[in-house]
């Protein structure tokens, strides 16, 4: 008995205020009217991996789940769904406490905290969310919103919604190449790509926005396609070297003013036959 009791306590602490604890007790949205155009969206920032809630892998109702080393490129598609009142002031499996007025949320496997970009794929609302919680647990459903986060999205009525999750990485201060747009064909030069002063980096005051179209960890793919994008004349390519604690070489497009620039330039990409890059937010 003593041996069972000490597990339902583990897996309360390791599922966090996610709805996934082994308590019945129903769930629900607070009294009166929340006015969420008062909440803004989570703001990307660079935060490293929380303590607690990141082991290698936990079992939950004897199901058990991988932690993600890296939340790069991540991407998918399913249900989403809401925690109110019930976890609203405990504890979540990174440490925080869940407020169910912040835009946060609970995701199964990546890495805490995560920033990501949850976009309901009923009426196109999108809205940014920080993962600082473990969950959901239940069957089909990919990520676990806050009351007020479900509420900007539009599924707080309904219950669930169907959504894309896309991993916003944050990069911390890196040391970078910059390399210049050449003539269509042209080959590209060693002296082309120049490192770049540091007087001549960006130096505002708020986060800048990248798109990070590929990562490779031959040179040689890398140069591959660095070529492909100088010569379909698209600009600013940052070319991130490996470090000891990222080993590939990362091609970024950016520095972009706003979030609309790298929508456009999402799509602009994607009908050249690059694929779909991934927003990057550099502090």
Request: hydrophobic share 35%; with cysteine.
């Amino acid at each position: 008995m003593r041996q069972k009791l000490i597990r339902l306590i583990f897996i309360s602490l390791l599922s966090g205020c996610a709805g996934h604890a082994p308590i019945e007790e129903q769930d629900a949205a607070p009294k009166g009217y929340v006015d969420v155009s008062k909440i803004p969206d989570a703001v990307p920032k660079y935060e490293p991996d929380s303590r607690y809630g990141n082991p290698d892998s936990y079992e939950v109702f004897g199901k058990r789940y991988s932690v993600q080393e890296s939340a790069e490129g991540h991407v998918e598609r399913g249900i989403a769904s809401w925690y109110g009142t019930k976890f609203h002031g405990k504890r979540t499996s990174s440490g925080e406490t869940y407020d169910m007025y912040k835009m946060t949320a609970a995701h199964k496997s990546l890495p805490l905290p995560t920033y990501a970009e949850v976009t309901n794929l009923d009426n196109g609302r999108k809205i940014i969310v920080k993962i600082n919680d473990r969950g959901p647990f239940k069957t089909g459903r990919i990520i676990d919103l806050s009351y007020t986060a479900a509420i900007k999205l539009g599924i707080d009525q309904k219950g669930t919604g169907n959504v894309e999750v896309r991993a916003i990485t944050v990069a911390t201060d890196e040391p970078e190449l910059v390399a210049k747009a050449i003539p269509l064909a042209a080959p590209l030069a060693a002296g082309q790509i120049e490192k770049l002063p540091p007087s001549q980096r960006p130096t505002a005051a708020t986060s800048q926005i990248y798109l990070q179209v590929g990562s490779f960890g031959e040179r040689d793919n890398m140069r591959r396609m660095l070529d492909r994008l100088l010569n379909s004349n698209i600009d600013n390519v940052v070319i991130h070297q490996p470090s000891d604690h990222q080993p590939l070489y990362r091609l970024r497009i950016g520095p972009l003013a706003e979030r609309q620039d790298a929508e456009r330039l999402t799509s602009q990409l994607q009908q050249m036959g690059f694929g779909k890059p991934y927003i990057v937010i550099v502090d």
